[in-house]
């Protein structure tokens, strides 16, 4: 089942971008400026990267000093799944739903000419609300699972330590989740 809208008529067009080259201070200023969660990595006109607020901010509690060196292209997703402008708007969203992805950048021969977001979606085609529901659901669901089985296995994960409260890379230490400093206190 095709909506019949095509992405390239709903996408934003007048999407925010960074050089990969730029600072991670100068990629959260533009985010502020613009009132926007994400930036597209551009790199003349291509696509390099998607860099986010959830990664400024896990940048920025791993060095507490030195952010005005963290470049850009050092901390951003590079691997990026993107949608091509004459792609219909139910086939777009079943690819955001398959990679959990609430945003895809929209690419004609690697260039990136716009980016569909879900809000866009919802603004044109709000009957599409339940299954854009589903999209965050099993994004957190995913996670969730991926984070349970990280502890059964004695991985790693990032996350809030069960000793100090502090946001950090934690291990399982006798089935609590602690940060590196806390590990060695229990």
């Known amino acids: 089942m095709k909506i019949g809208v095509k992405v390239g008529d709903i996408m934003t067009r007048n999407f925010s971008s960074i050089k990969p080259e ?10 502020i400026k613009k009132r926007v969660g994400s930036l597209v990595v551009l790199d003349k006109d291509e696509l390099k990267g998607l860099i986010t607020e959830r990664d400024i901010i896990w940048a920025m509690v791993k060095k507490s000093s030195g952010w005005n060196k963290i470049l850009v292209k050092d901390i951003a997703k590079r691997k990026v799944h993107t949608i091509n402008p004459s792609t ?21 021969k690697k260039r990136v000419i716009g980016l569909l977001t879900l809000k866009d979606i919802l603004r044109v085609e709000p009957s599409l609300f339940e299954t854009a529901q589903e999209i965050m659901q099993i994004k957190e669901e995913t996670a969730k699972l991926k984070r349970i089985q990280q502890i059964k296995s004695g991985k790693v994960i990032e996350g809030i330590c069960n000793e100090c409260g502090n946001t950090d890379i934690l291990q399982s230490v006798n089935g609590r989740l602690v940060c590196e400093e806390c590990k060695f206190s229990i």
């Open 88 to 108: 219909d708007l139910l086939v777009a969203l079943q690819k955001m739903k398959n990679t959990g992805y609430r945003w895809l950048p929209v690419t004609v």
């Open 22 to 31: 730029a600072t991670l201070i100068n990629a959260a200023k533009e985010m």
